[in-house]
């Protein structure tokens, strides 16, 4: 058990954690949660009295990529994640016990873990065969995910497969293979798509939680504003030779080595929400663009089916004539994608969120959990909300809730 | 009699069962189950070939980019493109760098635990830790108060009543390691953490992004040089306003990759090998255990020349029966599976992966399964036969092949077999599986600097070309062909089949590495790879068959890659 007056910040120290590696960490997390600098003491301070968070990580159908982006988080380091902030009490690639001694550790959840704990999710969930193309201990892991998730604090879906089926949910995959929604409706939900999913997007995601004891602000398909509120296109490297007119038109040529925009290679960051451009993978080091191939959309609705193929451009991207230019269509989308570009990362946009969002989950929370959560202190009170009434006009307007393909659409 | 069922095998690529069979404390039979079935080879189908490797990458992302490099691999070949020079170098960089993170993570966080207790270096000396962190290798962290400092911080983990990941495993039963060993081991697991960050950086940078790197093209590599070559740091218009980090295949950039290969080298020589080389000196004796098949398959790879039968670093071959001085050539021709085991509607009959299809439909007990004994169809992976005969791949089947090759590979392995007092069949023993592994990462990781150095030097001569893009238009292409690749993922021989018709996919399938080792009966009911090595396993108490999980785990299974 853990001792809920036994802080992190304490038990950090006593493992060696330097306070200066603490803030840092804070600084990070603020940066990726897109905050002002002035909410990294904060973060830093709600973390610090927080215990260790309890982490039932299942995996389904998957290729296991997420645990690997998982494994190479850099800000705050994975040693810092596994020993430090979280107890990843099951995760069948990580764990030593094996069997029925693995299963007991996400078994009698509520008894087990009184202050509650975070479901992780990775790997898509079948349903044809009475759910046997994918099987945990001689069980369907369809009724695995639902008896942890629905107990769950939160459930987090990482990766496109937890989050709409992904790959097994492809056109003739055969297993009808879903994500997390459909099969625990009623598990508080936080999805982050994207294959693999941004490892910085999930640590982010949990630091919000101890800092504000509340999830982020999602979007009606449950993923968080401040990682999939913008335009890929819109955050860009290559963004200005979009508008210069200058595009690579076959791989390798001049246009490629000078680094100019990918569109006519089928680059879908014109129609996908991400923050990849931005956040990048192992720290900044690179992203898909940066190294010469364009997006393929991997953070969108069934994105295999409705993003293809990677090396054309979609047909529904515009409503135009067939016989448009992408030069054409980059003049009309700098104004159209520009007046709906989401602004985060303000101040205001912490507040509402805490008094919105965070107040309903944490209520339904409340009722489901036979003893509160130790953070509860940090929390305001719960004000169950009139998502989206009270919503900053900067999130209220983006066009997030629902297909922003068909509702980017400039005119 | 027993029976015995581990679901989940915990620390593999995927939803992993192994139902035993004990009698008189050892394990009379074996039968090993995939658990999962995703679907990729049908999905593959009707889509466009040039984005094939994106999907076909999907199947695993531990084993991270090896199926998107052998779908491109197999489509190059049905188009007849042969690669420049330089995207042949940067695709074996980046397999490389897979090749050598996922052996050295894989001992560390998927077979150490089975092996020692971490939970034991609590009592260790922080002192004697010291001591033999000295004697056996050459990591520059061995200080006392190194070893106090992750003493401590493993003790905090374990006094919180929180080990998460860390929890006692069934390592500890019967350790020859002493707690001062457990020690070093620990923080040699936690630094290996760390390490892999830069691995993950160095994929980064050549891949855009880790897992599922996405630089591939059909044809060579999407990566290019800045216009100009990698000196020119200008010359853009206008310049990128990204200055985080350089472009991988600028000047800066190099030097970056070149920094990371060194930090790999450093951590696989001063670290890796002599962990393993401790860990197996410690069980001199024990290299029986687990003694499989002794029939090995490597179909070889790292190409490093661009003939059609190009020159391999790691060779391709055959051993049959044990007998490591006869090689045979390997023939695309005699690989088959038989689905007569698995859940698929398909005959018993062996077919070649041209002809192969992928029809699922469980057919296995309702749940929940409580045994798997008498169960026909019991796994989701086929059983690929190699000319009608069952076939271990992987590291050990590599390393036994290379070292039947002689060469100055061969004299490596020949001359850490000895030191170590290992005959060199006992490569196909747990012990040796694990062994064979290290070895393979130090060959491959001392070989990576050696290809960014050919990429500068054809950069700096003018040779600026990753990629051919003659067949990149659908229009030039014939109406129907068909293609295929035999190379090496780091679970062993990986193939991909595909055919073409009328600019789509019309066929495809994949043997992996795993597909052979997990491999369930065939038609003729001949076990495969690893459930002919489990049978013979000593399991004196039922409740820890620390064996069991050492033979599994010795072979790093990938039940992702197994079954697509």
Redesign the interface.
């Known amino acids: 058990?853990?001792?809920p007056e036994?802080g992190l910040y304490a038990?950090l120290t006593?493992?060696?954690m330097t306070r200066r590696a603490f803030l840092k960490f804070g600084a990070a997390m603020a940066t990726a949660l897109a905050l002002p600098a002035t909410y990294a003491p904060r973060i830093t301070a709600a973390v610090e009295r927080a215990p260790?968070l309890?982490v039932i990580w299942l995996?389904?159908?998957?290729?296991?990529?997420?645990?690997?982006?998982f494994?190479?988080s850099?800000a705050p380091?994975?040693?810092e994640l596994?020993?430090e902030l979280?107890?990843?009490?099951y995760?069948?690639?990580?764990?030593?016990?094996?069997?029925d001694a693995?299963?007991a550790?996400r078994t009698g959840l509520a008894e087990r873990y009184p202050n509650g704990y975070f479901a992780v999710v990775e790997g898509?969930i079948?349903t044809a065969?009475?759910?046997?193309?994918?099987?945990?201990?001689?069980?369907?892991?369809r009724?695995v995910v639902r008896e942890v998730a629905d107990g769950a604090l939160a459930t987090i879906a990482i990766g496109a497969c937890a989050v709409d089926g992904?790959?097994?949910a492809?056109?003739?995959?055969?297993?009808d293979?879903v994500g997390v929604a459909d099969v625990a409706p009623k598990a508080r939900l936080v999805n982050l798509p994207g294959?693999?999913v941004n490892v910085a997007n999930v640590t982010a995601t949990i630091a919000h939680y101890l800092a504000f004891d509340e999830l982020p602000a999602t979007d009606a398909r449950h993923r968080p504003y401040f990682a999939y509120g913008g335009l890929v296109h819109n955050q860009c490297?290559?963004r200005?030779h979009f508008e210069?007119g200058?595009f690579v038109l076959?791989?390798?040529d001049?246009g490629?080595?000078?680094?100019w925009c990918l569109y006519k290679l089928g680059c879908k960051g014109p129609e996908t929400f991400a923050n990849c451009p931005t956040v990048?993978?192992?720290?900044?080091?690179?992203?898909?663009?940066?190294?010469?191939?364009g997006c393929?959309g991997c953070t969108m609705p069934r994105f295999?089916d409705s993003m293809?193929?990677?090396?054309?451009r979609l047909p529904s991207t515009l409503p135009f004539a067939p016989n448009v230019t992408a030069d054409q269509i980059g003049l009309a989308l700098v104004g159209g994608v520009a007046a709906l570009t989401v602004a985060h990362g303000t101040a205001t946009y912490a507040r509402e969120l805490r008094n919105r969002v965070v107040g309903r989950r944490r209520a339904a929370a409340a009722t489901r959990q036979a003893t509160p959560a130790p953070t509860a202190e940090l929390t305001l009170e719960p004000t169950p909300g009139s998502f989206p009434a009270s919503a900053p006009a900067s999130t209220a307007s983006a066009p997030l809730d629902d297909e922003p393909r068909s509702t980017e659409r400039p005119t | 009699m027993t029976r015995l069922t581990i679901d989940p095998v915990t620390r593999v690529g995927g939803p992993l069962r192994v139902d035993l069979d004990v009698q008189g404390g050892v394990v009379r039979d074996a039968w090993v189950a995939a658990t999962m079935f995703r679907g990729v080879e049908r999905t593959l189908i009707g889509r466009d070939p040039r984005d094939a490797w994106l999907m076909a990458q999907r199947i695993c992302g531990s084993c991270n980019g090896v199926h998107g490099l052998a779908s491109v691999r197999a489509v190059e070949r049905a188009l007849g493109i042969t690669i420049p020079a330089n995207a042949r170098l940067v695709r074996n960089l980046v397999a490389g760098a897979q090749l050598v993170t996922g052996h050295v993570t894989g001992f560390y966080r998927r077979q150490l635990p089975d092996w020692v207790d971490i939970v034991a270096a609590v009592e260790a000396d922080p002192t004697a830790a010291s001591e033999l962190a000295r004697s056996i290798g050459d990591s520059p962290a061995a200080s006392v108060a190194y070893f106090r400092r992750v003493r401590e911080r493993l003790a905090a983990l374990v006094d919180s009543g929180q080990p998460g990941i860390f929890a006692p495993s069934l390592g500890g039963n019967g350790s020859r390691l002493t707690p001062a060993a457990a020690l070093v081991l620990g923080a040699h697991s936690l630094e290996a953490l760390e390490w892999r960050r830069t691995m993950t950086r160095l994929q980064t940078f050549l891949g855009g992004k880790s897992p599922h790197p996405q630089t591939l093209v059909v044809g060579g590599m999407a990566l290019t040089p800045p216009w100009g070559g990698p000196a020119r740091a200008t010359g853009e218009h206008p310049r990128r306003p990204q200055t985080s980090a350089p472009a991988a295949l600028s000047e800066r950039g190099l030097h970056v990759i070149q920094m990371l290969i060194d930090g790999a080298r450093d951590f696989v020589d001063q670290v890796y090998l002599p962990d393993v080389l401790y860990l197996a000196d410690a069980h001199r004796g024990a290299a029986e255990l687990g003694r499989g098949l002794g029939n090995l398959l490597a179909f070889g790879d790292f190409p490093e020349d661009d003939s059609d039968e190009p020159r391999l670093l790691l060779p391709r071959g055959r051993l049959m029966d044990g007998d490591l001085t006869t090689i045979d050539a390997v023939e695309e021709a005699g690989i088959a599976e038989s689905a007569a085991h698995a859940h698929y509607d398909a005959a018993a009959d062996l077919v070649h992966p041209s002809d192969g299809r992928t029809e699922p439909r469980y057919q296995g007990p309702p749940p929940p399964v409580a045994t798997l004994e008498g169960v026909t169809r019991y796994s989701w992976a086929k059983a690929p036969r190699y000319w009608d005969d069952p076939m271990e791949t992987g590291p050990a089947a590599r390393m036994a092949v290379a070292y039947a090759a002689g060469g100055p590979a061969g004299s490596v392995i020949a001359r850490t077999l000895t030191n170590l007092g290992l005959a060199p069949d006992a490569l196909g023993t747990t012990i040796g599986r694990i062994v064979a592994r290290a070895i393979e990462a130090k060959l491959v990781v001392d070989r990576l600097e050696g290809w960014l150095t050919e990429i500068r030097t054809n950069l700096a001569s003018g040779d600026l070309a990753f990629v051919d893009i003659s067949a990149w238009d659908p229009s030039r292409w014939p109406a129907e062909v068909e293609g295929w690749s035999l190379g090496e993922s780091p679970g062993g021989a990986l193939g991909h089949w595909l055919r073409i018709r009328d600019r789509r996919i019309a066929a495809y399938q994949v043997i992996d590495g795993s597909t052979w080792n997990l491999s369930p009966r065939d038609g003729r009911g001949r076990r495969g790879a690893l459930e002919e090595a489990l049978v013979g396993t000593p399991v004196p108490d039922p409740a820890t068959p620390i064996e069991v999980l050492r033979a599994v785990h010795a072979f790093d299974p990938c039940p992702a890659c197994a079954v697509q």
């Open positions: 058990m853990h001792r036994d038990a006593r493992r060696g260790r309890p995996r389904g159908q998957g290729c296991g990529g997420d645990t690997e982006a494994l190479a850099a380091s994975v040693g596994l020993l979280l107890s990843v009490e995760q069948d690639a990580l764990m030593a016990p094996s069997g693995a299963v550790t898509a079948p065969d009475d759910g046997m193309a994918c099987a945990v201990g001689g069980r369907p892991f009724d992904g790959v097994p492809a056109s003739g995959g055969g297993t293979a294959c693999p490297e290559r200005s210069f200058e076959a791989w390798g001049e490629a080595q000078k680094g990048q993978y192992a720290s900044g080091t690179s992203w898909n663009v940066k190294a010469g191939q393929i295999w293809g193929p990677a090396h054309a």
